[in-house]
């Protein structure tokens, strides 16, 4: 599909939502096994191996390729998991793992050589020797870039790397940089790098307290908002933290990524495609994300103008969009 | 096995060059480390004011007899953060790797592998290892049972792990710190050299939680290890690193060092490190698979 303004890759939480994304016109879904293998290890979400099979099989008969995200880092003297869902994948039939860990590269590397890799955006790889370090070594053929770069950031790093690239187009805005962030595991003992849930829900309360919520993560009160009021999932940099006697949201407001009103300028960077966030949302938000970007695509390839970016306000974090560090000024 | 050694870490938090520079050469004076890392880690806006002092602080840190290692950036994305990494390169002295770029720089040459590269298990250990890591400073967040699987079996390569100071959370291309006083990051003032410790920020309900140093978060509380220096010992640690905090690290460094010796005992030490620590909490959750923040009273060696 040489003629495709921008790939489009979207969530697939699970096999129903993966039919969702592929019926709604996603050029690619990624998905990911049902444990700690991956980045997204929510209670009844993912794919077991028949799952993933039958996933595939949907797919490609509608000429939509599947990814697999195995993007957590192993525990230590426990790396089975990891080369058993790379090993699964390539059985499966997957089009490309997404790949985080130096070990799991390495194993994929070594023993599925014709499984094409990607590498994920938990591999926080910003820079140009880095993305060579990932070519050179694991013959990673494409990169997710983390969400810190502004759009002349990601058009150098593709010129300089001749890199396939994947950028962040929709879902939520991650200050931190991914897979190094510990701040999960310092309220709740869980690590997200390799248990595969950041804020898990277990964790998670809400407490209502003079007409007020409480949201907490293991214990530690994160937010406080009306009833009404946006706010985010409370994941630790989404929280409102006082600093200087004032409470603010220190890392992040509540807000949630749009990039559909940059489309044109990640195409003329060089970017290869689009990533949309969401594997824990419904298939509705899957529906109408996908569905939004498609027809944007469709009408860019065509020559004519995308639709105004207001069309997905209701399937954002917090309902306020942000285009993140594509812009100037965000830092 | 071989005399455990101790080790300074790169200073991360933003001091003056007069500060900076009065703080290494007592430390090369005084402190009883084996090892000094030296250099940025936090953000290269402030690299012009570490390198006024640093010719000077690594001639006398080695003139003192100790190891010298220059720290390189955790978040590298410019062209010219690149380029300084790769001058760096280029010298003689031996690098910590903070992020895969400066692996890949290196191209084989011995170094560090620093605690800012995700390695939490024997496959990236060996990766690494195949790429001229002669150490490896373990992430904070490592639990003893993943740190044994790692240490135990890391044959000629070193493990460094963290025993004292605030622990890394996070790095971020963002500065919180800039945003904690209505500042971006490309107008700071380079406003964390107010904090010689970071500035706190506490939850709404008033429970002091994080540590913001620039783009850096930090844990509130300062990790210390000194009653688990046996388990991670005998876990293969070979390298102890001391992360300097705005206290007497010369005092911090001599009570580690008694007790890697077995001059002292880790309880009689701690008795002794709490008036020098003031009112930082202490905590030690990671190794303990707990919650980062809290604080598990070691069980006695």
Known sequence: ?331 | MNAPRLTLGPLLFHWSAARRRDFYLRIADEAPVDTVYVGEVVCSKREPMVESVQDEVIARLRAAGKEVVLSTLALVTTPREVERIRERVAGELLLEANDVACIQLLAGRPHVVGPYVNVFNEGARDVVAGKGAVRIVLPVEMNATSLRVVAGSAGATQIEYQVFGRQPLSVAMRCYHARANNLTKDHCQIICGVDPEGLVAETIDGVEMLTVNGTQTLTRGNGVLLGELGLLRAAGVTHFRLSPQDLDMVAVATLYREVLDGRRGAEEAAGALRPLAGETPWINGFLHGRPGRQWVEPSPA
């Not at chain 1, 096994?33 to 077991?48: E, K």
């Not at chain 1, 230590?76 to 699964?88: C, K, L, M, S, T």
């Not at chain 1, 590269?105 to 050589?113: K, M, S, V």
């Not at chain 1, 293991?218 to 940099?237: D, K």
Request: charged share 20%.
């Open chain 1, 1 to 331: 599909m040489s003629s495709r303004y921008l790939e489009l890759v979207c969530p697939a939480g699970t096999p129903a939502a993966l039919r969702t994304a592929v019926d709604a016109g996603a050029d690619t879904v990624y998905c990911g096994f049902r444990d700690c293998t991956n980045a997204r290890n929510y209670p009844g979400l993912n794919f077991d191996f028949d799952e993933l099979r039958e996933g595939i099989g949907y797919a490609h008969a509608r000429d939509c390729k599947v990814l697999v995200a195995i993007n957590t880092f192993p525990r230590a003297g426990d790396e089975g998991p990891w080369h058993r869902a790379v090993d699964q994948a390539a059985a499966a039939g997957a089009d490309a793992v997404i790949l985080a860990d130096l070990g799991v590269l390495d194993y994929a590397t070594r023993r599925q050589p014709a499984l094409r890799r990607h590498l994920s955006v938990q591999a926080s790889a910003a820079n140009a020797p880095s993305i060579r370090f990932y070519q050179e070594h694991f013959g990673v053929r494409r990169v997710v870039l983390p969400r810190v770069l502004a759009v002349d950031e990601v058009a150098e790093l593709i010129a300089e790397t001749g890199i396939e690239t994947e950028v962040f187009a929709f879902g939520s805005v991650g200050p931190m940089s991914e897979g190094r962030c510990f701040l999960s595991s310092y309220l709740t003992g869980l690590s997200p790098t390799s248990e595969g849930a950041c804020a898990p829900a277990s964790h998670v309360s809400y407490v209502e307290s003079g007409g007020r919520v409480l949201s907490s993560l293991g214990g530690v009160t994160l937010n406080s908002f009306a009833r009404g009021e946006p706010a985010a999932y409370p994941t630790p940099c989404k929280g409102r933290y006082v600093t200087h006697g004032r409470a603010s949201y220190l890392f992040e407001e509540p807000v949630g990524l749009n990039a559909i009103s940059i489309l044109p300028d990640l195409k003329r960077a060089g970017v290869t495609a689009l990533k949309i966030e969401g594997r824990q949302r419904s298939r509705a938000y899957v529906a109408e994300v996908v569905g939004t970007f498609r027809r944007a695509l469709d009408a860019l390839g065509r020559g004519e103008a995308v639709a105004p970016a207001g069309a997905l306000h209701g399937s954002t974090e917090g309902g306020k969009e942000t285009r993140g560090a594509y812009q100037k000024g965000w830092r």
